[in-house]
C-alpha cells in the first residue's frame, strides 16, 4: 500500500497544478476526518457541511503555498479544520477572543521542520485512538474539553470545578502518554 | 516541558505563556520546531477521536463545484440562449417573407387589375362605334376624355383631378336622362393628378345624359352625397 506521505506529496503536487481530481483525491482522504471532528466539536451537521466546503476551498487556493518535503498534507488539513471549528464555535457563543494557534501565520514555522520520516496523520490517529482508550477518564476528560471545546486550563478548572494546578497535571500526564505513543508508534 | 507546545498548539496556554513562545518561535529555534513539529502531531491526531461520520454524498459534489467551473450548465445555457436567438431570428425572417409575400400579392393583384382596365380601355378605344367626349380644355382644372360605348361601357381618363383626404374617394356616375345616376366606379387619382376608370356594364347611349364625378367616403356611396365637381354631358 503507498504509504500517505507520499501519496499526499502527489496530491499536492496536483493541487499546485489546479487539478480538480486532486482535490477530489484530497476530499476522499480527508474529509470523512474533517466532518466528524467538525460534527464532534459543533454539533450541528449542517454548520459542518459548509465548514468542509470551507475547508477544502482554502486548502485549493492555499495549496500552492504548502511545500510537501516540509510536512504532511493531513496534518495540515486537521489543524486547518479543527482551528475552523473551534472559532466558529466561540465566535457562536460570543466568547472573547481565540487562543486558538492561528494556523495562518505560523503554518511556516510548524511544517518549516522536516522529520525523518513524515507521518501519516490518519495512521498517527488510530494509535492516538488507541492511547487515548488507556487514559484515566480524569485525563480523557481534560484532554477533550481541550481539544473539541477549545477551552483553556482555566475555563477546564472552572468547568470541572478542580484546581488549576490539578487540571494542569492530568493533561500533562495525559499529553505525555500520547506523546509516545507518536514516538514508539505503541500504546503502553 | 514538552507538554508547553502541545497546550500551545491547543490553545489552551495562559496568553503570556502563548505570547512568550511566539517570540521565541520568531528566532527561528530548532529546538522549539522541533517539540512543536511533534505536538502538531501529538494533537492533530486526537482529530480520530472524535466519533466516524461519513459526509453527506452530496457534499463531495458542492465542495468540487465551488472550485471548479461548471462548464455543462454554462454549455447549457449558452445553447438555450442560442436557440431562442435562433428562434427570434428565424422568426423575424419568417415574418418579413409572409409581409413580403403579402405585399407582392397585393402588387400583382393591382397590376392584373391596371392591364385588365387597360385591356379593356384598348379595345374600347378601338372600336369604332365608341363615341368620345372630350372635357376641360383649359390647365390647371380637371380635363380629359370619356369614352362610351354601347357593349363596351364607359372609359373616364382625366388631368388634374384634385387630390382628396385618406378618408375620401372619387366616384365616377353615370347620369340618365330619367332616373337616379349610376354609381360607375370609385377611384383615387395619381400623385399627378391622372386617372383610368373604368365601367364595363353595357349601356343606353340615347338615354345617357351626362357622366360625373363627386367626393365621397372612402368605401364609396349607393348615390351621390356631394355635388359633382366635375359633370360631362355626353347627350
Sequence with gaps: ?188 | MNDVYELYVLGVLEPDAAQAIDEHLGDQCDYCLQHLHDAVLTTSGMAALAETRKPPKLLRRRVLESVTPRPSLTAWKFWVGALIAASVVMLSIVAWAMQSARTLRDQVAGLTQERDQLQSVVTLLSKPETKTVQFGIADNRPHGRVFLNANGGVVFVGTDLPQVATDRTLELWVIPKNGAPLAAGIFRPTAQGNSVNVWNQPVDMAQIQAVAVTVEPAQGSAKPTTQPFLVVPVG
Design chain 1, 1 to 188: 500500500m503507498q504509504k500517505d506521505s507520499t501519496a499526499d506529496a502527489e496530491l499536492i503536487d496536483r493541487l499546485r497544478r489546479r487539478d480538480p481530481e486532486g482535490l477530489a483525491k484530497a476530499y476522499d482522504r480527508y474529509a470523512p476526518l474533517a466532518y466528524s471532528l467538525f460534527v464532534r466539536i459543533i454539533r450541528d451537521e449542517s454548520v459542518a457541511e459548509d465548514l468542509v466546503q470551507e475547508l477544502f476551498f482554502r486548502v485549493w487556493n492555499r495549496a500552492r503555498d504548502f511545500d510537501p518535503a516540509k510536512g504532511t498534507l493531513g496534518v495540515w488539513i486537521v489543524s486547518i479544520a479543527r482551528n475552523m471549528a473551534i472559532d466558529h464555535v466561540r465566535s457562536a457563543q460570543g466568547r472573547l477572543q481565540s487562543r486558538i494557534r492561528p494556523i495562518e501565520p505560523t503554518d511556516q514555522l510548524v511544517f518549516s521542520y522536516k522529520p525523518i520520516e513524515p507521518e501519516s496523520v490518519i495512521d498517527n490517529a488510530r494509535a492516538i485512538k488507541e492511547a487515548f482508550s488507556t487514559l484515566n477518564p480524569n485525563q480523557k476528560r481534560v484532554l477533550e474539553l481541550a481539544y473539541f471545546e477549545g477551552f483553556s486550563q482555566t475555563e477546564i478548572a472552572g468547568q470541572l470545578q478542580q484546581p488549576l494546578g490539578t487540571i494542569k497535571s492530568w493533561m500533562r500526564s495525559g499529553l505525555s502518554k500520547l506523546r509516545s505513543v507518536i514516538k514508539t508508534g505503541v500504546a503502553n
